[in-house]
């Protein structure tokens, strides 16, 4: 009878153990990266649930992995684009930088040059001479301003924050000026 009953017991041991030993080889082979390994084994109804179950959350491990790595792609690809447009920005402001370092230096090379001519002049100098000079380095002052603001005007331009407004123009005068730049 013992050796009955040992064998009855021996035979239910070993076929639970033969599932946990199953179960055990599947989660060794997904814990190692693989992908695919299913439960193949059956018996009562209940066994058969498990073995269903585990192999259903298999497949959604599986499916949340290639998900989830499609999403990880996705994502680098956008941070590229995203850097990619920063350094190109980057590589633009330093330029937009250099621009107006020069246009500012301009004008301020020419203001810088009239005052010191006046400072040089001997005293006695003709006071319409004077009078030249400081309109010339004014005018000089006068086109820092307007370069300055027309930097804060593309500016707004470029963060579509601007109003516009329309003004006449005196093209006599405005040709004028040029010219006395240029002179």
Not at 18 to 41: D, N, P, Y
Not at 90 to 110: F, G
Not at 134 to 149: F, G, S
Not at 167 to 180: F, G, K, P, R
């Amino acid at each position: 009878f013992a050796i009955l009953v040992f064998l009855i017991v021996r035979q239910q041991s070993s076929a639970f153990t033969s599932t946990l030993t199953a179960i055990e080889s599947v989660l060794k082979t997904v814990s190692q990266g693989r992908t695919g390994a299913r439960l193949s084994f059956s018996g009562s109804d209940n066994i058969n649930k498990i073995r269903n179950g585990f192999n259903d959350m298999l497949v959604e491990i599986e499916q949340n992995k290639q998900l989830l790595e499609q999403r990880v792609v996705d994502r680098t690809q956008e941070l590229e684009k995203a850097l990619e447009g920063s350094q190109t920005a980057n590589v633009y402001k330093k330029q937009i930088m250099m621009t107006i370092t020069h246009e500012l230096k301009t004008p301020l090379h020419a203001i810088s040059m009239f005052l010191q001519t006046l400072l040089a002049l001997p005293e006695g100098t003709d006071p319409k001479t004077l009078r030249e000079f400081n309109l010339t380095a004014l005018a000089r002052a006068n086109d820092m301003k307007d370069d300055i603001e027309n930097f804060l005007l593309k500016n707004k331009l470029a963060a579509d924050n601007h109003d516009l407004n329309y003004s006449t123009v005196d093209i006599m005068a405005l040709m004028q000026t040029c010219a006395e730049k240029v002179s």
